[in-house]
């Protein structure tokens, strides 16, 4: 990561005045995120996608701790599932993905079977697109999935929202661990769900607020054709020596 950083020596500094960042926890609130972002952002896990008319089977992740550890919100099952037996007859003719999605309210599917390998899975033009398909992790606790999400997706971080010299971004506490650490914005990642290793620098971002999974970054340098990066923009973000 060290040698990835100091790349940005050639970029130019960031044109925005100085100014206090946004209260933390107001703009956690504020976040409203596209239905298809090319991200995940809200999930509903379940072991394998429901066949037509069948209730899903959801995978046993304890949602307040995931929330705690990551940016990610999760559907409750009990919610989904009172859901499905209310509107019975509407979720039965649906394809199944589009019916567990609107069940849910989730923009992702989290496929987690308790053998083989995880599945992030979206609904694309009315069918269902696989995103992410990675080596399962050890467990199944909320824990294991904070770690699983970086490694599946190619990335540490994405920027969820943008407010003069200041990003609000969406990660994990197992990586926003110190104050200070240092983001690598990649250049043209916006629109891609997953990162593959070929990543140029657009940014070089430092930390300096976090709770949870979430961060306050400070834009220290842009590329200079750039005066802001985008919301979906993901990051690589230096992980504190052990």
Do not use: C
């Amino acid at each position: 990561m060290r040698s990835v950083l100091l790349s940005f020596a050639l970029l130019l500094p960031g044109v925005a005045a100085a100014q206090d960042a946004p209260p933390l926890a107001a703009w956690m609130k504020e976040i409203k995120t596209p239905a298809h972002a090319p991200f995940p952002y809200k999930i509903v896990a379940v072991k394998k996608i429901p066949k037509k008319g069948d209730e899903p089977d959801f995978a046993g992740f304890d949602i307040e701790d995931v929330e705690k550890l990551t940016y990610l919100r999760v559907a409750d099952p009990q919610s989904v599932a009172w859901n499905y037996k209310l509107n019975e007859e509407t979720y039965a003719e649906k394809e199944p993905l589009a019916a567990l999605l609107l069940a849910s309210g989730a923009d992702t599917v989290l496929v987690a079977p308790e053998k083989g390998k995880w599945e992030l899975v979206q609904l694309k033009d009315g069918k269902p697109e696989v995103l992410v398909t990675a080596p399962a992790p050890k467990g199944s606790r909320a824990s294991d999935l904070a770690k699983w999400l970086p490694g599946a997706l190619g990335w540490d971080g994405v920027v969820l929202a943008e407010k003069g010299e200041f990003l609000l971004v969406g990660s994990t506490s197992q990586i926003l661990v110190t104050p200070e650490i240092q983001a690598l914005a990649v250049s043209g990642s916006a629109g891609n769900f997953a990162l593959a290793a070929d990543r140029q620098g657009a940014g070089l971002l430092s930390l300096s607020e976090k709770e949870g999974g979430y961060g306050v970054f400070d834009v220290v340098f842009l590329a200079q054709d750039l005066k802001t990066l985008p919301v979906g923009t993901k990051l690589i973000i230096e992980r504190k020596k052990k």
